[in-house]
Each structure stands twice: as structure tokens, then as C-alpha cells.
């Protein structure tokens, strides 16, 4: 899990920003559609994912549609369970919440923003009211309430529009109040699934500065599942779903050299268990690999090659 040791003269405390805030293992979601006995469909949404997401991060969850980012959000949202495999949110696992609990986490835990900006707000309240709606559920005092909302709508940019309906807003004002929302009951987690999907590129820039606010001022861990290659190419880490697994990775980090500071990508990808990694498709093609390669384990790497004993044109 970690390669660092865990006791000895090297040993590290496990401080707050090694404790992941998300530990998904072998995390499997199947839908029915009819009855099986019937010929039914069953659709394996997530085919044994593994993920953690540590505490503080700020992680872009890409991915093509249909893999499976809406399905892991619903489960880690505490809307939906899985049908195998462990989720494990800030020390909570998902899959052994009774009904009680699951609701209590839904209102502290998580904080939830959706694509469809319009069914974040309830069109009826302003704003603030929006915003103090969450704090009503867990019983926060009025006053704290009033606060507390005008606050965050300050934080998210939008003070100025606090008395004003969802429909006196725009797109992007509303996904704002809307992170408001999400943020009001200081959540642990905040999981945004395509929060700029409808937005124009100057709107969504606004939403994800939000998201990163949110992130660096409250410390609030921020998962963004996201289509938009802007959001990706910001954030330090991004993860590929594909088929319901997480695939590869991509970390920027500034590069201690080079006068502009610039961020300079590395690609990465999952290990699994027992042992299976998924090669980047441009790496594979680049290179002609196909069906079997050959490794070599160097002192401080492994090498994969293309076998040679089959010409090129059937590799
Ligand atoms: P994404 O958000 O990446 O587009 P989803 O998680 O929404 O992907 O869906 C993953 C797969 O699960 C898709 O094949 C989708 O059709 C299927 N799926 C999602 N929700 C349901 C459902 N409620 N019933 C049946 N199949 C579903
Ligand atoms: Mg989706």
C-alpha cells in the first residue's frame, strides 16, 4: 500500500495528508434491466475499479461515456451501493452503512454537484436560501444558517447575487451557488460530476476556480469527473476510467529547473493486485506491441519490448 516503512528508525507518522479520504477496491456495480430468468441485460458499470484519492487532493476523474464515472460518483455519494468490492470513505465503508448512517453521511460527509445546473437549486429559494437548506437538515442554529450562507457565497464570487432565484442567474452563477450548496455542511468530500458540462469555456473556468477555492481554502478534497480537457490539464493528478477500471494517470508536478516554472506531465498507470497494468493505447501503437511482449527486469525498472520473434507486420 504505501512504500514507506511503517516502523524503524524511517518510520513516518501517518500525518493527515497520507490518510486517503477515498479507498476503492476491486469495486464492482451491475445492473439488471429486466428479469435475467427472462433474458434480461446485465451491465457490469464498474469491472472491479481500485482508487484513492488523499486527503486535500484536487483529482480530475476523465473518462469516455459510459465507463462508469456517474456510477462510481452515485456509490461514493452514498446514493447507490456497490455489488462487490469495498468503498471507503473518510474511514467510512459505504457498503456497511445502515439506513440512518447512509443518510447522516449524504448530509455531512459528501457535498454533491451535478451537470445539470438546474437540478442543483431548488428554483423557488434565492440563493442564500439554497444555501441554508442543507444546515436546516442537520438542524444549524438560524443565525449560523444566515452566516454560514453568505460566506460561502462570497468565497464562490457570487455574494452580490444571494436574493436573486435560480432563474435570475446564469449557468455559471448557478453552479456557484450550487458548490455552495454542496460546501454548506462542511463536507469531508466534494464530488462534482461534469460540473461544467452545459458551460461555455469562460463559464467554466469560473465553476472549476470555484471547485479550486474550495479545495484551497477549505481544505475540502474535491473529486471533479470532467470531459473538459481544461479542467484536466489544471489539476496535479488525473485518472482514466475506462471499462469500469481506473487505467492510467497523469501527474504534473513544476519542474524544479526551467525558468517558467512550466508543468511538465508524467503518465502513470495502475498497478493492480495481482500484478495486470493497462499500457497507454499510444504507447502500445507507437510501438507495434500486441499480444505478447517481452520484460526485462533492469536493477531499477522494467523494460517491456516488442516480441522479436515475430516479424513486425504481425505484431
Ligand atoms: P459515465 O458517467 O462514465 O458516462 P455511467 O456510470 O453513467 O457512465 O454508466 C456506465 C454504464 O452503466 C453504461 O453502460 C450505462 O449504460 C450503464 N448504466 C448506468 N446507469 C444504469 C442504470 N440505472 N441501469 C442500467 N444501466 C445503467
Ligand atoms: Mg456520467
Same mark, same amino acid.
Given at each position: 500500500?504505501?512504500?514507506?516503512?511503517?516502523?524503524?528508525?524511517?518510520?513516518?507518522?501517518?500525518?493527515?495528508?497520507?490518510?486517503?479520504?477515498?479507498?476503492?477496491?476491486?469495486?464492482?456495480?451491475?445492473?439488471?434491466?429486466?428479469?435475467?430468468?427472462?433474458?434480461?441485460?446485465?451491465?457490469?458499470?464498474?469491472?472491479?475499479?481500485?482508487?484513492?484519492?488523499?486527503?486535500?487532493?484536487?483529482?480530475?476523474?476523465?473518462?469516455?461515456?459510459?465507463?462508469?464515472?456517474?456510477?462510481?460518483?452515485?456509490?461514493?455519494?452514498?446514493?447507490?451501493?456497490?455489488?462487490?468490492?469495498?468503498?471507503?470513505?473518510?474511514?467510512?465503508?459505504?457498503?456497511?452503512?445502515?439506513?440512518?448512517?447512509?443518510?447522516a453521511y449524504r448530509r455531512r460527509t459528501v457535498g454533491?454537484?451535478?451537470?445539470?445546473?438546474?437540478?442543483?437549486?431548488?428554483?423557488?429559494?434565492?440563493?442564500?436560501?439554497?444555501?441554508?437548506?442543507p444546515?436546516?437538515?442537520v438542524?444549524?442554529?438560524?443565525?449560523?444558517?444566515?452566516?454560514?450562507?453568505?460566506?460561502?457565497?462570497?468565497?464562490?464570487?457570487?455574494?452580490?447575487?444571494?436574493?436573486?432565484?435560480?432563474?435570475?442567474?446564469?449557468?455559471?452563477?448557478?453552479?456557484?451557488?450550487?458548490?455552495?450548496?454542496? /460546501?454548506?455542511n462542511r463536507p469531508r !468530500?466534494? @464530488?462534482?460530476? +461534469?460540473? #461544467?458540462?452545459? &458551460?461555455?469555456? %469562460?463559464?467554466?473556468?469560473?465553476?472549476?476556480?470555484?471547485?479550486?477555492?474550495?479545495?484551497?481554502?477549505?481544505?475540502?478534497?474535491?473529486?471533479?469527473?470532467?470531459?473538459?480537457?481544461?479542467?484536466?490539464?489544471?489539476?496535479?493528478?488525473?485518472?482514466?476510467?475506462?471499462?469500469?477500471?481506473?487505467?492510467?494517470?497523469?501527474?504534473?508536478?513544476?519542474?524544479?529547473?526551467?525558468?517558467?516554472?512550466?508543468?511538465?506531465?508524467?503518465?502513470?498507470?495502475? /498497478?493492480?493486485?495481482?500484478?495486470? !497494468?493497462? @499500457?497507454?493505447? +499510444?504507447? #502500445?501503437?507507437? &510501438?507495434?506491441? %500486441?499480444?505478447?511482449?517481452?520484460?526485462?527486469?533492469?536493477?531499477?525498472?522494467?523494460?517491456?519490448?516488442?516480441?522479436?520473434?515475430?516479424?513486425?507486420?504481425?505484431?
Amino acid at each position: 500500500m504505501t512504500d514507506r516503512p511503517t516502523e524503524g528508525p524511517g518510520a513516518v507518522a501517518e500525518s493527515r495528508a497520507d490518510r486517503p479520504m477515498v479507498e476503492c477496491q476491486s469495486l464492482v456495480r451491475i445492473y439488471r434491466t429486466g428479469s435475467t430468468a427472462r433474458g434480461g441485460v446485465e451491465v457490469q458499470a464498474l469491472q472491479g475499479l481500485d482508487l484513492t484519492v488523499r486527503e486535500g487532493e484536487l483529482l480530475a476523474l476523465v473518462g469516455a461515456s459510459g465507463s462508469g464515472k456517474s456510477t462510481l460518483l452515485g456509490i461514493l455519494a452514498g446514493l447507490d451501493t456497490p455489488s462487490a468490492g469495498t468503498a471507503v470513505v473518510d474511514g467510512t465503508d459505504l457498503g456497511a452503512l445502515k439506513r440512518r448512517e447512509r443518510t447522516a453521511y449524504r448530509r455531512r460527509t459528501v457535498g454533491v454537484v451535478q451537470q445539470q445546473t438546474a437540478s442543483n437549486l431548488l428554483p423557488y429559494l434565492t440563493a442564500r436560501e439554497n444555501v441554508q437548506m442543507p444546515m436546516a437538515y442537520v438542524g444549524a442554529p438560524r443565525q449560523e444558517r444566515a452566516a454560514r450562507a453568505m460566506e460561502l457565497l462570497d468565497l464562490m464570487g457570487i455574494a452580490q447575487a444571494a436574493d436573486r432565484t435560480p432563474a435570475m442567474l446564469s449557468g455559471g452563477e448557478q453552479q456557484r451557488v450550487a458548490i455552495a450548496v454542496a /460546501l454548506a455542511n462542511r463536507p469531508r !468530500l466534494l @464530488l462534482a460530476d +461534469e460540473p #461544467t458540462g452545459e &458551460l461555455d469555456t %469562460a463559464t467554466s473556468e469560473e465553476v472549476f476556480g470555484a471547485l479550486r477555492t474550495a479545495n484551497s481554502e477549505l481544505g475540502t478534497t474535491v473529486l471533479i469527473v470532467t470531459h473538459d480537457a481544461l479542467v484536466a490539464d489544471q489539476v496535479r493528478r488525473t485518472v482514466r476510467i475506462r471499462d469500469g477500471r481506473t487505467s492510467t494517470e497523469v501527474l504534473r508536478h513544476r519542474a524544479d529547473t526551467g525558468a517558467d516554472g512550466a508543468l511538465t506531465a508524467e503518465e502513470y498507470t495502475v /498497478l493492480d493486485r495481482v500484478g495486470r !497494468l493497462q @499500457l497507454p493505447r +499510444e504507447f #502500445t501503437e507507437s &510501438l507495434g506491441l %500486441a499480444h505478447r511482449v517481452r520484460l526485462v527486469l533492469e536493477h531499477d525498472h522494467i523494460s517491456v519490448w516488442p516480441d522479436q520473434d515475430r516479424p513486425p507486420a504481425e505484431r
